[in-house]
């Protein structure tokens, strides 16, 4: 009897064994089956998308009628004007690798690979303040609306807010207040219409909207497949997009409210390192490692013009528009600055004076200059 038990548990774990053989062979088959289907799914879903997209482009073709240059034939053309240097800031121990104008038209804020922020009064070519932040390559400052603090961050992956004073021996590190946090660098900051909320673009790949006083996210913008290397705002005072650039060589257009893109244009064949809105808004100029310049309009959803002359065959790192927006200034990798007439797609000035890559470029608010910055450790100013 008692051997007739023990055979009999055997007989029971040997079938509970199987049973649970049999169990896990059932399970990998139907995680095998979830998969495929999933893999099917999705290569559906590409598919979908990318006939969708093709559909997209055909009917923009359909629109696209007419180049701008043709448009603006019997529009006169620009007569010869001369641009150079009038003043030269030094002070920087490296690369200058950002820089930005105060609301007053006189002072500038610089940022380096040193580690140094510096506000500079443009007019004297006198330092104000300097800020040495704890990590090296700033690569983004901002000036606040009022003019009362600078925004920067870079490797440190923050954002740090400065308030300024009149005391120029003040020690500003002392005041600093951190506003933003990114999982990556700090490519680009700018504050919005007033001091209270800054928005800043990371190489996590992500754009973010922060309110300054409390430090909180806002909103986040998430679209890129990529770094984002830069970011505009529009320049209505009432308008709430913005347009960022980035490695996955597309410019997003965004609504501030939402947080979701409106509007993609993927033209260029590598990175976007800048861009800018025309003065009305209603466009957008980008500046790419591709060697070219591109407008965007965005009420016709697409590009409209290429800035580009097959001599030119470095990238271009910054660009902006002249205050009537009929010329844009592009700064390149090959230590020039192109200037370029917006309708008629030539390029009407060449400037030299740098002596290594131009790295940032801003037209000053009341468009009587523009301001570089370089490699070469320094920031002039042009007009």
């Known amino acids: 009897m008692s051997e007739w038990c023990i055979c009999s548990v055997f007989a029971l774990q040997k079938v509970s064994i199987i049973i649970v053989i049999f169990a896990c062979v059932v399970c990998k088959y139907i995680i095998y089956l979830s998969e495929v289907q999933l893999n099917e799914t999705l290569a559906h879903l590409k598919t979908e998308s990318e006939t969708l997209k093709s559909k997209l482009e055909e009917e923009r073709a359909k629109l696209h ?19 150079k240097t009038r003043r030269t800031l030094k002070g920087h121990g490296n690369k200058v690798l950002c820089m930005d104008w105060c609301k007053d038209k006189r002072r500038i804020v610089s940022s380096s690979q040193d ?52 005391d120029k021996n003040e020690n500003l590190a002392a005041k600093k207040k951190s506003v933003a946090m990114h999982t990556n660098y700090l490519s680009a900051c700018s504050f919005t219409n007033s001091d209270m909320q800054i ?62 893109c409106i509007q993609s244009f993927e033209t260029h064949e590598s990175d976007i390192n800048s861009v800018r809105y025309y003065p009305s808004g209603d466009a957008f100029a980008s500046g790419s490692d591709d060697a ?12 409209v013009a290429i800035y580009s002359k097959e001599s030119i065959i470095f990238g271009v790192s910054s660009v902006d528009f002249s205050l009537s927006g009929r010329l844009l200034f592009g700064g390149y990798n090959d230590y020039t600055i192109n200037v370029w007439d ?3 797609g030539t390029r009407v000035s060449i400037l030299f004076g740098h002596e290594n890559r131009v790295s940032t470029l801003r037209v000053s608010p009341d468009g009587t200059a523009f301001c570089t910055g370089s490699w070469d450790h320094t920031l002039r100013i042009w007009a």
């Open 292 to 303: 070219t310049c591109r407008l965007y309009d965005l009420r016709a959803d697409r590009e």
């Open 65 to 83: 009628d007419v180049e701008l240059h043709q448009v603006a034939e019997k529009v006169e053309g620009l007569g010869q004007f001369v641009m």
């Open 199 to 260: 928005l800043t673009s990371s190489g996590d790949g992500t754009c973010a909207l922060w309110d300054v006083e409390s430090g909180q996210l806002l909103q986040s913008f998430h679209g890129h497949a990529a770094d984002v290397l830069c970011l505009d705002l529009a320049p209505s005072e009432t308008g709430n997009t913005f347009v960022s650039g980035g490695c996955d060589k597309k410019a997003n257009v965004w609504d501030m409210r939402s947080g979701q």
């Open 342 to 344: 917006v309708l008629k």
């Open 115 to 166: 580690g140094k922020v510096i506000v500079w009064d443009a007019f004297t070519t006198n330092k104000e303040h300097a800020v040495t932040m704890p990590c090296t390559w700033v690569m983004a400052c901002a000036y606040a609306p009022s003019g009362c603090a600078v925004a920067c961050g870079g490797l440190d992956n923050k954002c740090s807010v400065y308030p300024l004073s009149l």
